[in-house]
């Protein structure tokens, strides 16, 4: 395993079943070259200089001044008041996790290592709902979920999307295809990257429908803004509201009522079973104070 990305380590950290090489992976996906150390500081001196030069007294502050966040302290006392909640609970997500990992290793005395979590929460969830990831991508074509989006965001907003011709030397690929979404007054362009097998229809995993919805909440918020000036509209808004549409419409990619308008399988055209809808959430739903204890960290840092 060459990693060198923590994206890539924390997903092949799922998969190898020998403890020394999620450990490698761990470590490797989680260490920097040494050189970077003194870029980094270099960069924290920085922009400390910076943000005292703009009249803040960190560069937190400075970060936050243009958000609907009040200031560092508000911010600060919200994670940990989210911290002190959720605590608790991913106490006890973590114990049945090194349970699980206990009994599956035969080993009652067993420690659960950091490079141990992602591996043995994917097979809980794998025991627990019976999620097939091809099954699922079977039922979700490119062209299928792009069908759907388009019913969904007629039935809601009035507008529509269809394929476009690309310009000469726009595509970097023949496989590319280019879409514009139309509403009376307004066109927003949006880019996406799906691969496929060769000579075979792009296939999604659940995920990229799901980042499919995301993105399109966006396009979506752009599309429908209404303001005077072109700088305040769509996605051109505070930093911590402008992901607010594109997650509310991520929630449409996990009701099996509007996935079953969409997502048919390529042979018989049956829709996607309402049992492996349910598998879907009910696998996503498992450890959330784990995930939301993960995300508070990340804030904290990202201060």
Sequence with gaps: YNVCHHTYASSILTVPKCPKVRRQVYVVGNSEPRENIGVLDEL???RDEFAKTMGCRSYAEF???????ASVDVVMSFLNDLSDTVRHKADEEFNTIKDFKRRVCNDK???????DEDYFIGMM??????????????YFPLSQCIKGLNVLVESLFGATFHQVPMGDGESWHPNVIKLSLHHPDEIIALVCNFSSSRGLTARLN?????????EFGHALHSLLSRTEYQHFSGTRVALDVAE?????????AWDYRVLRTFAL????????????????????NMFPATDLQRQVFYSIMDL
């Design 44 to 46: 924290i001196d920085a």
């Design 63 to 69: 970060a936050i001044r243009p958000n609907m966040a």
């Design 109 to 115: 005395s067993a420690d659960l290592e950091p490079w």
């Design 125 to 138: 969830k794998s025991s627990a709902h019976t999620v097939d990831p091809s099954v699922v991508a079977s």
């Design 206 to 214: 659940h995920c990229d429908v799901e980042t499919l919805f995301h």
């Design 244 to 252: 607010t549409p594109s997650n509310l419409f991520e929630f449409y």
């Design 265 to 284: 399988d390529e042979t018989t055209g049956d829709p996607i079973p309402e049992k492996l809808v349910k598998a879907l959430n009910a696998s996503r």
